[in-house]
């Protein structure tokens, strides 16, 4: 299993901002991309931001132009920038690495691997 170790969130008013920091472990390899998914009760699971190892970036259009993806590919390290936050931006953002192979873990073969999370509330 992969332990991604994830900091940052908590409570800021509209229009303020946070910065998520998510951390692989350094002597994972052939990481293919890394980013952050948000969760909100009663809805499934949905992209925020990602980057791959070449910089190719990719949005939801409800973050486009406020927050901004980066990473630190040496180590293994992805930053999310929220910026004129609003309160639908309110949840709980989960890291996400995919490999470009498949890992055997002990709970199985897997590509992709998940942070626990951690809470963002943005208050009007």
């Known amino acids: 299993q992969v332990q991604l170790v994830e900091s940052g969130g908590g409570s800021v008013q509209a229009g303020g901002s946070l910065t998520l920091s998510c951390a692989a472990p350094r002597n994972l390899v052939l990481v293919e991309s890394m980013g952050w998914y948000r969760q909100t009760p009663g809805n499934e699971r949905e992209l925020v931001a990602t980057v791959t190892t070449g910089g190719s970036t990719n949005y939801a259009d409800s973050v486009q132009g406020r927050y901004t993806i980066s990473r630190d590919n040496a180590a293994n390290t992805v930053f999310l920038q929220m910026n004129s936050m609003k309160p639908e931006d309110t949840g709980v953002y989960l890291c996400?690495?995919?490999?470009?192979?498949?890992?055997?873990?002990?709970?199985?073969?897997?590509?992709?691997?998940w942070g626990q999370g951690t809470q963002v509330t943005v208050s009007s």
């Open positions: 996400n690495v995919k490999l470009s192979y498949v890992m055997a873990t002990k709970a199985g073969p897997a590509r992709e691997f």
